[in-house]
């Protein structure tokens, strides 16, 4: 049983940083390949960031590239992601979610998905 629990989330000014963190309570952590899925209000999920079993893995979205940083440590059962000069588009929720197959993060597919924490980006 893999259950997703998020944290880190709040209001930071813009250019400002947040790290959220997505601990996994399930005894197959690194089996997952993790990633980061956001939504604003009113708009379609966006994919944010994914990383595979293998910590080398990572595929950043365009639009947080360069601010956005993934990681994963297995031994903690943790995956953060590190969001430096952030700006208001990226106020949004923010869901870690996991799955078997890397490439089903891309297309917001997952197995298993946390409850979403809240980042808002004041101007």
């Known amino acids: 049983q893999v259950q997703l629990v998020e944290s880190g989330g709040g209001l930071v000014q813009a250019g400002g940083s947040l790290r959220l963190s997505c601990a996994n309570s399930g005894r197959t952590f690194s089996s997952y390949a993790m990633g980061w899925i956001r939504q604003a209000p009113g708009k379609e999920r966006e994919f944010v960031a994914s990383?595979?079993?293998?910590?080398?893995?990572?595929s950043i979205a365009d639009s947080v590239k360069g601010r956005f940083t993934i990681s994963r440590d297995n031994a903690k059962n943790t995956v953060t992601l590190q969001m430096n000069s952030l700006k208001p588009e990226d106020t949004a929720v923010y869901y870690c979610?996991?799955?078997?197959?890397?490439?089903?993060?891309?297309?917001?597919?997952?197995?298993?998905w946390g409850q979403g924490t809240q980042v808002t980006v004041s101007s």
């Open positions: 979610a996991a799955t078997e197959y890397l490439h089903e993060l891309q297309q917001l597919k997952a197995n298993y």
């Open positions: 990383i595979g079993w293998s910590p080398g893995t990572t």
